[in-house]
């Protein structure tokens, strides 16, 4: 068991560990990870979910490809098979793409022994790095916080979400640490209940006073003047638009309405400079998982259901956007960042 990591590399075994999400918060149960074909159904299930620690997730698969790949002439088609196959298991999250891509670039031109050892070394800096972002990240943001106040936040974007430490949360985690007194309203984050399973149980663990809402109450706790602002994770950031967890843009139309301040935090990594909104592909998720809730049928047989996983915000609902390079404000300019 390792409390303070979300994805780590299991040097003895040569394999992935990850904490199993989907079993939260009645089971904390961390999984073994033995091939790409088995990270990718991991990826696909939520077991190991949120962008950066799919970045993560990314990179060590192919590195998990490379190192247990035993012949010399089939090594660039296995490790080309891994990306491909790890890129498309979730389509919105840019940083898994991006933690594949990075690794397959460490190998580059390489022997195959050459290249199994830098990919492994990239991808362990890639894990150690984004807990190092997340620290920065939370220690530029934490000024944004209320001295004292409630936050509202939409799915998890905590430590379960990256590698450790968090974005949105990791904000939070750092206002804490500084002294302020902050308590977080948690949407549930249908249908999945990321918000009410995952950041709830990690700030709770964390003694942050946190309460769960049902996603359709946060505009009344807004008009009661209940929530001082709003902080969000992202899984893309193109030049026009923030995408994060369906509900989000609810959120921030909702916080403009009632001028309550709506930020997003998020690494350079989740940044897609050269993409628009109506470039991105959103995934859709199946059926059951709006139509079938704890083995029950909730909606009638026939019905169709929409489920997407994301939406995209508009970037003038967005207050500011806290990165691990700083804090950016309208008008934005994403330049700085590259
Ligand atoms: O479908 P999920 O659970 O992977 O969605 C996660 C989110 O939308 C998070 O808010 C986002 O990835 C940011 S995580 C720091």
């Excluded at 904000?171 to 902050?182: N, Y």
């Excluded at 399973?197 to 009344?220: K, W």
């Excluded at 994301?310 to 404000?329: H, M, N, Q, R, S």
Aim: aromatic share 6%; with cysteine.
């Amino acid at each position: 068991m390792n409390e303070d990591k979300t994805i780590w590399w299991n040097d003895e075994n040569k394999s992935i560990m990850i904490i199993d999400q989907t079993l939260l918060p009645n089971e904390y149960k961390t999984v073994e990870i033995k091939n790409v074909e088995r990270l990718a159904e991991a990826i696909k299930r939520l077991e190991v979910r949120g962008a950066p620690a799919l970045g993560v997730a990314g990179a060590f698969g192919v590195a998990l490809a490379a190192v247990t790949c035993e012949s010399d002439a089939e090594f660039p088609e296995t490790i080309a098979e891994a990306a491909e196959l790890l890129k498309s298991t979730r389509p919105t999250a840019v940083n898994l793409a991006w933690g594949v891509d990075k690794v397959v670039k460490s190998m580059e031109n390489l022997p195959p022994e050459m290249a199994k050892f830098l990919a492994l070394t990239s991808a362990k800096s890639i894990a150690d790095n984004d807990t190092k972002m997340c620290m920065l990240l939370g220690h530029n943001g934490a000024k944004l916080m209320p001295q004292i106040g409630s936050v509202l936040t939409h799915c998890n974007a905590g430590a379960l979400a990256c590698s450790s430490w968090g974005t949105a949360l990791g904000v939070i985690r750092s206002a804490v640490k500084g002294g302020r007194k902050i308590s977080v309203y948690s949407c549930e984050t249908r249908p999945l209940l990321q918000g009410s399973r995952l950041t709830a149980f990690e700030l709770a663990r964390d003694n942050i006073p946190v309460t769960t809402i049902v996603d359709s109450e946060a505009a009344f706790l807004m008009r009661q003047g209940k929530i001082d602002a709003v902080i969000v994770g992202a899984d893309r950031i193109t030049s026009d638009a923030v995408f994060n967890k369906i509900g989000t843009y609810m959120h921030a139309v909702c916080a403009k309405h009632h001028n309550i301040p709506f930020y997003v935090a998020a690494p350079t990594s989740t940044f897609d400079f050269d993409a628009k909104e109506s470039d991105i592909v959103i995934e859709e998720r199946s059926r059951d998982e709006v139509a079938n809730l704890f083995g029950k049928k909730t909606v009638p047989d026939g019905v169709d259901v929409v489920n997407y996983a994301f939406d995209a915000t508009p970037l003038d609902l967005v207050t500011a956007i806290v990165t691990e390079k700083g804090v950016l404000y309208p008008p934005y300019d994403f330049g700085s960042l590259k």
